[in-house]
């Protein structure tokens, strides 16, 4: 049986993939009326309806997203041998938008083996202040975000569960006894981190009965000056794992507790809607997953990795 030709296969994913001819036309660079032709001479050849016409919009028939699924992952795999036969050919920007604490403390050090892998996809890093980085994003950008109060949307899912401890130099208490309980921590400075300046309020607040005033100690406009100033002896920060665990692990910082006194923020990863994402966002999507699964201190059923 000869086989439907590449070129109505890509019209065909496009076109399931958006639900619209006009806009799978935009996609390809051809005319609505041009997509329209191609699909019901697909249909014609296959003697299968793949669309349900709306009056306004369309819809795939159990058949069609069957065939879909099936012709996006031989796609998919198609452009991946391309790219990686015939590097340099073209290049895809995706717009990755996040903290300057992910960005540089997790991102920024695991940038380049995705680089050698996917040389035609260009990583294009937004960092945003925490008080605007819940703006809707355009359908083919990822955010990675702590959720506030509004509800997450069905296009988030949680990457990770960051602990957030008491963290100092190994040198801060050399002539002074280690503090056993919260309270020992308000006879040294304590580094402020904007963006982040809640979180001593809150670490107090659930391990100290009584209000205490935090506002005292140093504060620093980003996590890499915290860092920075906290291995100076400058005084004790919130780290937050796992973005700081190779200074854990180097030993330029240590926890100040031998016992957990943690506080817990979700990290979440908004996608674009299924519907309309593209390759490229899924690779780095998928990545970024992958880390998130290596790296994350806390792993599904809540236990911590130390």
Known sequence: MKRPRLNILRTF?????????????EDLNISQAAVSQQMRQLEAYL?????????RRLSLTSTG???????????????????????????????????SAVAALWLAPQ?????????NIQLRIKTLDQTQNHHKLRPSDLEIFIPGEAAIDPD?????????????????????????QADGLLEFGLIHVLGYDDDWHRWFHKYLPND??????????????????????DGIMLGRRPFIDKHLQSGGLVEVFSKPYYLYADYYLRQPPKATVRRECRIVANWIIELAA???????EGTIAL
Not at 76 to 92: I, K, N
Not at 111 to 119: A, D, I, N
Not at 157 to 166: A, K
Not at 213 to 226: E, F, N, P, R, W
């Open 47 to 55: 003697n299968t309806a793949l669309f349900i016409r709306h009056h």
């Open 13 to 25: 994913e496009a076109a399931g993939r958006r639900l619209s001819f006009s806009l799978a036309g």
């Open 212 to 233: 205490v005033d935090v506002s005292h100690g140093l504060m620093v406009d980003g996590s890499l000056i915290a860092i920075e100033a906290a291995q100076r002896g």
């Open 111 to 119: 940038l380049r083996p995705f680089q050698v892998l996917h040389r």
């Open 65 to 99: 997203q069957a065939y879909l699924d099936a012709v996006h992952e031989a796609l998919d795999r198609l452009d991946s041998v391309t790219d990686q036969l015939f590097p340099g050919q073209h290049h895809q920007t995706v717009s990755l938008h996040c903290t």
């Open 156 to 180: 988030a899912s949680r990457l990770f569960t960051s602990i957030i401890t008491p963290v100092c130099s190994p040198d801060l208490f050399a002539d002074r006894e280690w503090p056993k």
């Open 294 to 300: 290596r790296s994350s201190p806390v792993d599904l």
